[in-house]
């Protein structure tokens, strides 16, 4: 059991995640990408409200996603860059509250901030927001409220998430967290905490994947 005084940060994380070539769904296909459109070509993004889409050559590789009636903030697809099939899983039994790639934490101050109803806990944001955005790369940062419903928010975590797109066959998410206690917080043991990803079933060892 930890506890952490009002106002003092304490988790600053930088997690890179890459994704290697994913195999072809037709056997037969070349692995090679389509030549990039005039339209489309490169990397390119778009927001509508709390949802922002990242695509290379007009294909999705992600979308981060932050609505309010989410339990927490979660980035899916995150595709594999010759498919476009995704890696991860936005939810899948026995664990269906798992989203793809995201931040969480159970037992913060008696709240529940990984799985389980709203009224536990919920990880709200204030909005994402575009960052620089050049030709290979873009950033995504956003500042989020972990609170029960009708109750003053106990943690505080300001992220940002970079987007980096090296090749045609390669991409990388790097995802930094500032995490803040805003009270006196106590984080019990758990095995359900942080940074996390549900991978897709069937590239998982019960699935058949490697």
């Given at each position: 059991?930890?506890?952490?005084?009002?106002?003092?940060?304490?988790?600053?994380?930088?997690?890179?995640?890459?994704?290697?070539?994913?195999?072809?769904?037709?056997?037969?296909?070349?692995?090679?990408?389509?030549?990039?459109?005039?339209?489309?070509?490169?990397?390119?993004?778009?927001?509508?409200?709390?949802?922002?889409?990242?695509?290379?050559?007009?294909?999705?590789?992600?979308?981060?996603?932050?609505?309010?009636?989410?339990?927490?903030?979660?980035?899916?697809?995150?595709?594999?860059?010759?498919?476009?099939?995704?890696?991860?899983?936005?939810?899948?039994?026995?664990?269906?509250?798992?989203?793809?790639?995201?931040?969480?934490?159970?037992?913060?101050?008696?709240?529940?901030?990984?799985?389980?109803?709203?009224?536990?806990?919920?990880?709200?944001?204030?909005?994402?927001?575009?960052?620089?955005?050049?030709?290979?790369?873009?950033?995504?940062?956003?500042?989020?409220?972990?609170?029960?419903?009708?109750?003053?928010?106990?943690?505080?975590?300001?992220?940002?998430?970079?987007?980096?797109?090296?090749?045609?066959?390669?991409?990388?998410?790097?995802?930094?967290?500032?995490?803040?206690?805003?009270?006196?917080?106590?984080?019990?043991?758990?095995?359900?905490?942080?940074?996390?990803?549900?991978?897709?079933?069937?590239i998982t060892p019960l699935g058949g994947g490697a």
């Amino acid at each position: 059991m930890n506890t952490y005084r009002s106002r003092r940060s304490f988790l600053r994380a930088s997690i890179a995640f890459a994704t290697p070539i994913a195999l072809a769904a037709d056997p037969n296909a070349s692995s090679v990408p389509a030549p990039a459109t005039r339209e489309g070509g490169g990397l390119t993004t778009y927001q509508l409200g709390p949802v922002v889409w990242v695509r290379w050559n007009n294909r999705v590789l992600i979308a981060y996603r932050a609505h309010h009636s989410q339990k927490y903030p979660y980035i899916f697809p995150v595709a594999g860059p010759v498919t476009g099939l995704s890696l991860t899983s936005e939810t899948a039994l026995p664990w269906p509250h798992h989203r793809s790639l995201f931040f969480g934490c159970d037992r913060v101050n008696g709240g529940n901030y990984w799985q389980e109803d709203f009224a536990t806990g919920q990880i709200v944001s204030n909005g994402p927001k575009l960052g620089a955005v050049t030709g290979r790369s873009v950033e995504i940062s956003d500042a989020c409220e972990w609170r029960k419903p009708d109750a003053a928010p106990v943690m505080r975590d300001e992220r940002v998430v970079r987007v980096t797109v090296p090749n045609e066959l390669l991409y990388t998410i790097d995802w930094t967290i500032r995490w803040s206690a805003l009270t006196d917080v106590t984080v019990q043991k758990t095995n359900h905490s942080l940074f996390s990803l549900r991978a897709a079933a069937d590239i998982t060892p019960l699935g058949g994947g490697a």
